[in-house]
């Protein structure tokens, strides 16, 4: 089984910055691929980021220039890094995991952004 623990989530006015963590752990296969999705209310769960054991990386449009994704492969942890921050991020947003095998997902972080 495994665990995934997200933090780092919170209400933040518009231009300000937010930076989520997702620390793995349990029986984990072989990591090929960590990241980040969100879900607005009302609509589907998309892509914001991802980070695979490469390096390579995807970013959503809509956050590039703006978020920052980086890995830590001895912690098997994930973060975000949110800058200028707008309205239009407000989501939970969920870590995921790839094992090759599985994808696995965190509980969710809530992140709002509203003076």
Same mark, same amino acid.
């Given at each position: 089984?495994?665990?995934?623990?997200?933090?780092?989530?919170?209400?933040?006015?518009?231009?300000?910055?937010?930076?989520?963590?997702?620390?793995?752990?349990?029986?984990?296969?072989?990591?090929?691929?960590?990241?980040?999705?969100?879900?607005?209310?009302?609509?589907?769960?998309?892509?914001?980021?991802?980070?695979?054991?490469?390096?390579?990386?995807?970013?959503? &449009?809509?956050?590039?220039?703006?978020?920052?994704?980086?890995? &830590?492969?001895?912690?098997?942890?994930?973060?975000?890094?949110?800058?200028?921050?707008?309205?239009?991020?407000?989501?939970?947003?969920?870590?995921?995991?790839?094992?090759?095998?599985?994808?696995?997902?965190?509980?969710?972080?809530?992140?709002?952004?509203?003076?």
């Amino acid at each position: 089984q495994v665990q995934l623990v997200e933090s780092g989530g919170g209400l933040v006015q518009p231009g300000g910055s937010l930076r989520l963590s997702c620390a793995a752990s349990g029986s984990i296969f072989s990591i090929n691929e960590m990241g980040w999705y969100r879900q607005a209310p009302g609509k589907g769960r998309e892509l914001v980021a991802t980070k695979t054991n490469s390096g390579g990386t995807r970013y959503a &449009d809509s956050v590039k220039g703006r978020f920052t994704i980086s890995r &830590d492969y001895i912690k098997n942890t994930v973060y975000l890094q949110m800058n200028s921050l707008k309205p239009e991020d407000t989501a939970v947003y969920y870590c995921i995991l790839n094992d090759c095998r599985n994808d696995y997902w965190g509980q969710g972080t809530q992140v709002t952004v509203s003076s």
